[in-house]
């Protein structure tokens, strides 16, 4: 009670001292800015015009300096953008991608292949579907000497192959057989899918009500403005009314989908395969034998020819689009492999600064540690590679956030060092300098990983989110880093 009287006590005395200082300097201000205004008026009126366009280009100056330094600087984004890429888009991100050194050639090659199928004027039908849906059956009805492979057990493709097909209005058409997706081999699902957004036209296979999975595959082709073609097959295993109720389940899922795709690119039919019978021999023995099922794609090639017939020049266009749009994905993923390249460069070269700086010093204070110069520079040019343009405060925020972190980091960063470099034998005990250099630099590498991964999530620097993820991370990155930081210690000792 009685501290409480003393503290409302003494804020009474700041208040009433700040109020005199306040109006002293105001009455000191204002008889200056008369006296100044009077005899600015006496003078010519050049001096005053001058007078007051200096003020006013000072004040201009200062809000200008204000706005830099505290207003959030707009952070390059690297969203995509919202309309379709033209060619001369890509062209150009790929010619700036280049020049920074980033490796652009998936990205490129995939322009090249289109223009090679461009200059063919062959029309692309992709079959696509879950493994087993009868995908290379389909294509064996259309061109029965397609060499395609056709088994009950799931997964009888693994490659891209492509089957020349003419059709009645006589376009050169080349039947593409991918992969099912849903298998277990690794990265085959991803090779379908992008071959099935290089086609004209996408023949979505499926031989029962669509799975979730399913479900997705069509939005994403659809996303990539894909015509499909939904292809319901086997539908000689199903009676008259069963095939009725899925073909309604399926135009209803197609119709939840948005109406992209018409009624009538809904199809049933059968691929025909092959099916095992039990024949009588003439010697009245029993025995199985393999018999051609008949194949019923007649509504397919309609529904087909139909789509063709429409516009291929847009058909085209819309093929090239969407290569254009995988081709900026690879140069994406091929950009975000350049961006985590340099940072580890970044990173590495401020941790030997760090490491080779606090061996130099007699004794390192750790106050210096992250918010000099190393730090600063590691900072900005992680952020630069990431297309973030931080505002000073910002990264000065978020050193001086990492360095009230590293007091508590030290200790736990000298023991795992420590611990790191009993690894190289013929050290001994003598290590306590080499300990501390490398424990710093620990914290250093600790520092710009967290960096990158919260560049890599929010494309800007968040001083709060990144210096909370240096301080979650921490133990994680000090182990992955030790091997590597301790030798990098040692090599400096031995230079
Ligand atoms: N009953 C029936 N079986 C079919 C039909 N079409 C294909 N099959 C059978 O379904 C199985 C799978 O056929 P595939 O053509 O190899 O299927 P796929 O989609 O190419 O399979 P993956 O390449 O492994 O993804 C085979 O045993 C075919 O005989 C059909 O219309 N009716
Ligand atoms: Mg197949």
Redesign the pocket.
């Known amino acids: 009670m009685k501290l409480d009287r003393f503290i409302r006590v003494a804020i009474a005395v700041v208040i009433a001292l700040v109020f005199v200082v306040a109006t002293g300097a105001l009455l000191f201000i204002t008889e200056s800015a008369l006296n100044v205004w009077d005899r600015l008026r006496a003078g010519p009126p050049a001096v005053l015009f001058t007078y007051i366009a200096v003020m006013v280009l000072l004040g201009l100056a200062a809000v200008w300096l204000v706005w830099r330094l505290v207003v959030k600087k707009k952070v390059a984004s690297s969203a995509k953008p919202a309309r379709a890429l033209s060619k001369s888009d890509i062209k150009k991100r790929l010619q700036q991608a280049e020049a920074k050194g980033v490796n652009v050639s998936d990205a490129q090659s995939e322009l090249q292949d289109l223009a090679a199928r461009q200059a063919t004027g062959a029309i692309h039908l992709c079959f696509f579907?879950?493994?087993?849906?009868?995908?290379?059956?389909?294509i064996?009805a259309l061109v029965p000497k397609a060499d395609?492979?056709?088994?009950?057990?799931?997964?009888?493709?693994d490659d891209i192959r492509h089957f020349r097909w003419r059709n009645a209005t006589g376009n050169e058409i080349l039947l593409t057989?991918v992969?099912?997706t849903g298998?277990h081999e690794d990265g085959l699902d991803e090779i379908a899918t992008e071959e099935a957004k290089r086609s004209h036209l996408v023949l979505f296979?499926c031989d029962s009500d669509l799975t979730r999975a399913e479900l997705s595959a069509i939005k994403a082709l659809l996303a990539f403005a894909k015509p499909v073609i939904l292809v319901l097959?086997?539908?000689?295993?199903y009676s008259a009314d069963e095939q009725a109720t899925l073909m309604q389940k399926l135009l209803q899922r197609i119709e939840d989908l948005g109406g992209e795709i018409q009624r009538d690119q809904v199809v049933a039919?059968?691929?025909?395969?092959?099916?095992e019978v039990i024949e009588r021999q003439a010697d009245g023995s029993e025995g199985t034998v393999r018999r051609d099922?008949a194949?019923d794609i007649g509504v397919l090639v309609v529904a087909i020819n139909r789509l063709l017939g429409d516009d291929t020049k847009s058909l085209d266009e819309q093929r090239e689009r969407a290569v254009f749009q995988i081709a900026a994905e690879k140069l994406e993923v091929a950009e975000g492999e350049y961006r985590l390249q340099r940072s580890e460069q970044i990173i590495r070269s401020a941790t030997r600064k760090a490491v080779v700086g606090a061996m130099a010093a007699v004794s390192p204070g750790t106050d210096i540690l992250v918010q000099g110069y190393i730090g600063t520079t590691m900072t900005q040019e992680l952020c630069k590679i990431y297309g973030a343009a931080p505002r000073d405060l910002d990264v000065e925020e978020f050193l001086s956030m990492g360095q009230s972190r590293v007091g508590r980091a030290l200790p736990l960063s000298m023991a795992v060092a420590g611990n790191g470099l009993k690894a190289f034998p013929g050290l001994g005990t003598v290590v306590g300098g080499l300990a501390h250099a490398v424990a710093y630099g620990l914290i250093f590498d600790a520092l710009g990983r967290s960096l990158v991964l919260t560049l890599a999530r929010h494309g800007e620097l968040v001083p709060e989110t990144a210096a909370k993820e240096f301080e979650e991370g921490i133990s994680e990155h000090l182990e992955a880093g030790v091997r590597r930081i301790a030798k990098m210690a040692l090599d400096e000792k031995t230079d």
């Open positions: 579907g879950e493994i087993s849906a009868g995908k290379s059956s389909l064996k395609v492979v056709i088994d009950v057990v799931g997964g009888s493709t057989d992969p099912g298998g296979v097959n086997k539908s000689d295993r039919v059968s691929a025909g395969g092959e099916r099922r194949a």
